[in-house]
């Protein structure tokens, strides 16, 4: 007998088997038990993510005599599972797209089951149908005969004509998480006899990337290559995955500004066929957990290896260098879709974190004298971040008062945060807002123009796939609208360290298009974690 692959071997045969999308399991497993079952299902989602798996259960529970749908044990699902019931029709879109090939199947429909209580057509990759051949199935799926049941399953729904989704149950299947794949993994090595330590699955799963399908399918390539042994090592090598000590180098000779070392480095695993893009994701992985110990040292979000690797490389470089390097990845990451060569991206980049400036120049209003100075000091970027995170870029903002009541009328709040950015806009460092001129701006906000701004806020997550805007919102995610002035918005955050993303962003770039956009308004940014909120609302 031929062999047969992991993914078919262990295909789940029962809801209670999926891994993951609970939230299609439990409504489905409810339907069927209250007896309230659609005539068309649209399961869209992400390869490998159990939508065919998902429609054959369903099938099987609907048509199942035994006493637990689906049993598995009466001859409709044994049927269904070895893939020979009548009853069960799966066309393939891809190929089966035309007008007369939609124009046949309806000719079928009308025929009643032959062993089964519902005739079930599963249509794979629905989106490939033409728009002819959409339009004739459409009568048929709006009043199909009692004894049929549509499951659409495509990785598109975009590309579906409104009037076919409208007609159907629409379930929208998620990435399977790392955590619900890993114990999946798990399961199949005990029933395999493969042996794999925690970082080899947790490798796999970051390399399946929410398919589980994708999963097992790496699984049986690694088995193929170590036979019933598999290390961490070997499942770099054979899909080109750099390791976390290879990663810590990179960036210690990048900080060291080691430009030969680093770019003959990248062009190494390049020619060891290492992906580039990858490297970048794990790069920026590994960056953003250095910033993760450096806020929570006991932290379990990261991993052992990972924090052993960081302790030795990354926090010899200060958190304004990481977070720097971070955002130029990131930046570089988004180009590849476009990029010719990627390497090239990639090693200018480096190249680009590397010739960072160790002069920084702290700007500072002298809130007596309206003064504005500017400090120049030399940072030793060799010293632990310890010593350099009190010395960190920084701007006060202090604004002057009313000589006579201290207070700032809501005119004057305008002016001098227009005046604030101005100065600010000459920097070259971050932003840290003062407590002072944050209790003006709080002062100088309006009340319904904050509840405007919230309502349009909320739309932000239709932003983040734009590619015009998709690095705006990005950064304004994670936070709420604090308060509203008519040229302003106070942005509250759950860390200090998305407030200052936010505030050099807004010094950088700005963010008056995006809230022209999203607002309606081109509004200057301001932001602070909740610590500070805290602070200057007490």
Known sequence: MSYKALYRTYRPQTFE??????????????????????????????????????AKILAKAINCTGDHPPCNECPNCKAITHGDHPDLIEIDAASNNGVNEVRDLIDKVKYAPINAKYKVYIIDEVHMMTSGAFNALLKTIEEPPAHVIFIFATTEPNKVLPTIISRCQRFDFNKVSMHDIKYRLSVVCKNEGIEIDENGLTLIAQLADGGMRDALSILDQCVAYCSSHIDVND??????????????????????????????????????????????????????????LDYSENSTLVSDMNKDMIRKYFKLAPINFRIKCMEELMDTYNKYTYASNALDYLEASLLKISSYSYESKTHIIDSDHNDFKEVEEEENYETSYDDTSDNSDIIEKNTQKDDNNGILEKSEISDVSRETLKQSENADNKIILNDDFVVQLLVGANKMERNIDTTKFNNIGQFTSSLEFGKYAATLRNSVIMASGSNYIVVCTSSEIFAKQINEFELNYGYEDFMEVLLGKAKKVFALDKTQQARVLD
């Open 17 to 54: 088997d999926v891994a993951g999308q609970s939230h299609v399991t439990i409504t489905l497993k409810n339907a069927i038990k209250e007896n309230r079952i659609a005539h068309a299902y649209l399961f869209a989602g992400p390869r490998g993510t159990g939508k065919t798996t998902i």
């Open 235 to 292: 499942i770099r090598k054979i899909y080109g995955v750099v390791t976390s000590e290879d990663i810590g180098k990179l960036f210690y000779s990048v900080y060291k500004k080691d430009v030969d070392s680093f770019v003959k480095d990248i062009q190494k695993y390049s020619d060891m066929g290492m992906d580039i893009k990858r490297l970048t994701a794990d790069f920026i992985h590994m960056l953003k957990d250095s910033l993760i």
